[in-house]
């Protein structure tokens, strides 16, 4: 079952001869728990792809439906709790607010909707995470992948439609870089969450589904890695 449709989006900065696409005329969809990786050189426009797919920036042209959902028919303070809902974004600096402990990180966007805290599945993402014993923790007294642990925990409190991570190995060594690797996998699995990723190591790539390469904008490249 498709969750996530893309027809042809386009992201146009400057204007006449400074004009610069940075995403161009993009089309393409994903199955309800597919893992992507979208891989690219620097300035290919996967980061803008990935926001624009979040509802995070507006395109030029085009269209995003997530869960049959036009989101940009939406109007900025619907747009705003759809994404809460129904899109986890995990980045490669965390965003953690440095006077929450990790349980509070983590339970925001609940608290923000107004919603109650399942106990039970909140024990089950810090127990996945490994970070039962790290709850009452503040951000700066944990390391950078027990914070990005916590970002990934954030992201899927409200067991959103989709998750999109925006290079979040980008700040870890090889070791912790797998292990979050690892995690998000596993929340593929476990949870049935479909998965994008946007990275620049093709061995974290090859973990995925599925790749798109971008360049200049476009998709050059859409290729099966496991059926």
């Known amino acids: 079952m ?16 400074t ?23 620097s300035g290919s426009g996967k980061s803008t792809l990935l926001h624009m797919i979040g509802g995070v920036d507006r395109p030029t042209a ?13 109007s900025e303070t619907n747009l705003a709790i759809f994404r809460r809902r129904q899109v986890g974004l995990i980045y490669q600096f965390y965003n953690l607010l440095p006077i929450l402990n990790v349980e509070e990180n983590i339970t925001l966007p609940l608290l923000l909707d107004g919603k109650k805290i399942e106990q039970d599945f909140f024990n089950e993402l810090l127990q996945t995470l490994n970070l039962t014993d790290r709850a009452n923790h503040l951000p700066n007294e944990l390391s950078g992948g027990e914070q990005q642990r916590v970002s990934i925990g954030r992201s899927l ?12 190995t980008g700040n870890l060594d090889s070791i912790n870089s797998q292990e979050i690797i690892d995690l998000l996998k596993l929340s593929n699995k476990r949870y049935q969450q479909t998965l994008i990723i946007i990275t620049h190591d093709q061995e974290i790539a090859l973990q995925a589904d599925r790749m798109l390469t971008l360049a200049d904008g476009r998709i050059v490249k859409d290729e099966v890695i496991r059926p």
């Open 62 to 74: 085009g269209k995003v439906f997530i869960e049959d959902t036009d989101i940009y028919q939406l």
């Open 19 to 41: 004009q610069v696409k940075a995403v161009d005329d993009v089309s393409f969809s994903v199955k309800r728990g597919e893992f992507i990786a979208i891989i690219g050189a």
């Open 2 to 17: 498709e969750i996530l449709r893309v027809e042809n989006l386009s992201k146009l900065y400057g204007s006449d001869a």
């Open 157 to 168: 409190i409200n067991r959103p439609a989709i998750v999109l991570a925006d290079e979040p």
